[in-house]
């Protein structure tokens, strides 16, 4: 049974950082690429990160620079670190594979950024 539980978020003023954490089990983790994914209020879903079983990682233009995604394999986590927060990175973060098909969504973990 896939279980994903993300953690971290909360309510930063603009400019701040967080950090999000993902627990995953029931999966062969170190073998499958991650991604980040963010919903915001009347908005559909979208992915913002992804770091490869390989480690490399990709984002969307909008975070380029500001977040970072990784891993810890022994912990079968991944991470992303967000910095110089703007009211738009405000929604729901979910950890999850950035392939079709998705595993069963996390409950996801809110950001609210505004001052």
């Known amino acids: 049974q896939v279980q994903l539980v993300e953690s971290g978020g909360g309510l930063v003023q603009p400019g701040g950082s967080l950090r999000l954490s993902c627990v995953a089990s029931?999966?062969?983790?170190?073998?499958?690429?991650m991604g980040w994914y963010r919903q915001a209020p009347g908005e559909q879903r979208e992915l913002v990160a992804t770091?490869?079983?390989?480690?490399?990682?990709m984002y969307k233009d909008s975070v380029k620079g500001r977040f970072t995604i990784s891993r810890d394999n022994a912990k079968n986590t991944v991470y992303l670190q967000m910095n110089s927060l703007k009211p738009e990175d405000t929604a729901v973060y979910y950890c999850?594979?950035?392939?079709?098909?998705?595993?069963?969504w996390g409950q996801g973990t809110q950001v609210t950024v505004s001052s």
């Open positions: 029931g999966i062969a983790f170190r073998a499958n690429d």
């Open positions: 770091i490869t079983s390989m480690f490399t990682t």
């Open positions: 999850n594979s950035p392939r079709r098909p998705v595993y069963s």
